[in-house]
């Protein structure tokens, strides 16, 4: 079994626990950060393929804004920060854990990059080879058709995200366009008419 091989089973095997831990895990942070790592991981398949531009998209935007997002929504949430800086070191471990991996991950795809150099792995494509063209071309040809279905799955998504937010609960705030649409100015102004006061110094003379 070449080194390759051996390096997709395992980063395979991480991926599909990482995935699992994310669904399993009760605790938000912990499944914050094996989704950090299942990116992670992918993005390490990606280059393992040959597809550096997918794997260095999957790290900037996905696991960036997978944090981002993560931050909103504890601030959304109102969530009373003390107790979470008091137990800072409880996620440590886990922390240190996933680093750990992320660069066991780098260290591996390096030394398969030694591989290749060293003539272990297939020929590297030629000087004016772009992958990003490639994987165009075979996505909107060969996959255009689940492409677009999976366009219109996120689409669907999106419009329920929006209509369960748009729900009217209770002790809420929410805002009727229409109305908003319908304002007048002298609904919201009103001109108040006050004589002018003289002056402290003119008053005193």
């Known amino acids: 079994m070449s080194f390759e091989r051996i390096l997709f089973y395992?980063?395979?095997a991480i991926l599909v626990f990482?995935?699992?831990r994310v669904i399993s895990s009760r605790n938000p942070v912990h499944s914050a950060l094996f989704l950090v790592l299942a990116f992670f991981t992918s993005s390490a398949l990606w280059i393992l393929l040959e597809a550096e531009f997918l794997a260095i998209t999957l790290v900037l935007v996905y696991v960036g804004a997978v944090m981002v997002l993560f931050l909103f929504v504890v601030m959304m949430l109102d969530i009373n920060f003390a107790p979470l800086r008091e137990g800072f070191t409880r996620y440590?471990?886990?922390?240190?854990?996933?680093a750990l991996v992320i660069v066991a991950e780098i260290v591996l795809v390096l030394l398969r990059g030694f591989d290749t150099l060293s003539g272990g792995a297939p020929a590297p494509k030629p000087a004016d080879y772009s992958n990003t063209r490639a994987i165009g071309e075979v996505l909107y040809t060969d996959y255009l058709l689940p492409f677009e279905i999976a366009s219109v799955i996120l689409l669907v998504a999106i419009i329920a995200a929006i209509a369960l937010t748009l729900r009217k609960r209770p002790g809420t705030r929410h805002q009727d366009p229409g109305k908003q649409v319908q304002v007048r100015k002298s609904d919201r102004l009103r001109i108040v008419e006050m004589k002018a006061e003289p002056r402290a110094g003119r008053a005193e003379s």
Request: aromatic share 8%; glycine share 8%; charged share 0%.
């Open 92 to 98: 440590l471990p886990l922390g240190a854990v996933v």
């Open 10 to 12: 395992l980063f395979a």
């Open 18 to 20: 990482a995935a699992l």
